[in-house]
């Protein structure tokens, strides 16, 4: 995988039937120096229960992220992604990116551990889906 996604958040637009999603991925380094952009600095911790695996407690990943405005560093946060706390990510990751007439729905962070498989640091990357 490659350590560079790009965020085309700026320009998504959908149409047709409202069950399609869009689908971002939040870059590993500052792509632009205009507007807004979040970029992913690292994985803290990820307790997540593997796939195929059955658990007691589903898990949560915590994250480091860097929110930008016009190429300056605003704000860099660790976050913890878990069950309970999905819509506060959301709503802070829709505070610091562009404007968007499709609403997110979901940050999710991938890979999602799997029995076994060891990942990396740097195959790790934040996704956003908006309808």
């Known amino acids: 995988m490659k350590n560079v996604l790009f965020l085309i958040v700026a320009t ?3 149409t047709g039937c409202s069950c399609q999603k869009a689908i971002t991925e939040i870059n590993q ?3 632009s120096k205009k507007g ?3 970029i992913f600095v690292k994985l803290i911790s990820d307790s ?3 796939e195929n695996v059955q658990c ?3 898990g949560e990943v915590t994250f480091e992220v860097a ?4 190429g300056k560093l605003t704000e860099q946060k660790q976050l913890t992604l878990g069950t309970k706390n999905q819509q506060e990510i959301t709503a802070w990751f829709a505070e610091h990116l562009p404007k968007s007439k499709t609403p997110l729905k979901e940050i999710a962070v991938l890979p999602y551990p799997r029995n076994g498989v060891e990942t990396k640091q740097d195959d790790y990357f934040i996704k956003l889906i908006r309808l």
């Open 12 to 14: 998504l637009s959908l």
């Open 56 to 58: 007691v407690w589903a």
């Open 29 to 31: 380094k500052l792509d």
């Open 36 to 38: 807004k952009e979040i």
């Open 67 to 70: 929110a930008y405005e016009n």
């Open 48 to 50: 997540r229960c593997p």
